[in-house]
């Protein structure tokens, strides 16, 4: 009898430490950040620098857990034309899974879109933290998903290797 106690009490702690870190995992360190984006912004083509580019309808989220929990989607009135001569298009844009309550970002729909050539991915801005970079997808219809991933240099410096020569130095804390 005490033996069934002991299992029923290991599987009832068992449930509820895994439906504590689903929880964790998927909603408790996502916050909406829609409010505190001021600009979308995309690298220039001409002077290497962000600029700030026309868009409405945005939906953010980010966690201080990590810098690549950034998502949002949004649309921009401009072309995908004018885009493409103006700014710094991102050729190994990939975008990441969003948590699935997120449901205006679909990141296998937009990576296959990506790679077929019918959105097309821009640099929004290099290391927005060291080794993290945005990038932006946008549609011939004006609708844009952004999201944060890894650049070269940030994943040789997060593996614990010397920074490169064509990298910016590293933080200290990274080194």
Known sequence: MIARIAIVGLFITALVAGAAMYYLQVYAYYD????QIEDVQLVSVLT??????????LTAIDSDSSPLRFRACFTTGLSQA??????????DAEPRVAPGWFDCFDAEQIGEDLSTGIAV??????????GIDRVIAVYPDGRAYAWHQINFC??????????PPECPPAPERLQ
């Open 32 to 35: 909406d950040v829609s409010a």
């Open 48 to 57: 290497g620098e962000p600029e700030g580019i026309l868009f409405e309808n």
């Open 154 to 163: 940030g994943e040789v410096v997060f593996d614990g290797n010397p920074v």
């Open 121 to 130: 991915g821009f640099m929004g801005q290099e290391n927005i933290q060291y």
């Open 82 to 91: 004018l885009l493409t001569d103006t700014y710094v298009i991102s050729d």
